[in-house]
């Protein structure tokens, strides 16, 4: 689980984004998906993977991955929400911290998503690399 400040700042982040997609928080929320926006969405998860102390002084370090989870309707193609990912992707990956504490690293490629169930929608999943110092 990612740290608050993460949290924070990447959904402010997407907030302030052009809207290629819509964006839904699902995190702890249950899922209220309007009619106009099944065939596109998408919600955001985090992972945190390593923390450690880089400085003497006790400065510490969080490294982990954002997962962007993309939804459609099953039998409407990849395509359209592969464009619109990438590009929700592409503009989150311009986004900067003024305080310098949070660094997007990288963008992973796509991939088919289903969560080990069988959802009502057909997912993708793109993972954004940072770092976090605090």
């Given at each position: 689980m990612s740290r608050a400040y993460v949290r924070t700042t990447v959904r402010?982040?997407?907030?302030?984004?052009?809207?290629?997609?819509?964006?839904?928080e699902t995190v702890n929320k249950s899922e209220d998906i309007l009619p106009a926006d099944q065939?596109?969405?998408?919600?955001?998860?985090?992972?945190?993977?390593?923390?450690?102390?880089?400085t003497y002084c006790g400065d510490k370090s969080e490294t982990g991955v954002i997962d962007f989870v993309f939804s459609t309707l099953p039998g409407e193609g990849?395509?359209?929400?592969?464009?619109?990912?990438?590009?929700?992707?592409?503009n989150f990956m311009k986004s900067v911290d003024p305080t310098k504490k949070?660094?997007?690293?990288?963008?992973?490629?796509?991939?088919?998503?289903?969560?080990?169930?069988?959802?009502?929608?057909?997912?993708?999943?793109i993972g954004v690399e940072y770092e976090y110092n605090f």
């Open positions: 402010n982040w997407i907030t302030a984004m052009p809207k290629v997609v819509p964006f839904y065939s596109g969405w998408y919600t955001v998860e985090f992972n945190a993977e390593n923390t450690s102390t880089t990849d395509s359209n929400l592969i464009a619109g990912a990438e590009q929700t992707i592409d949070l660094t997007l690293i990288k963008a992973m490629h796509p991939e088919e998503f289903t969560g080990g169930d069988g959802s009502k929608y057909y997912m993708i999943i």
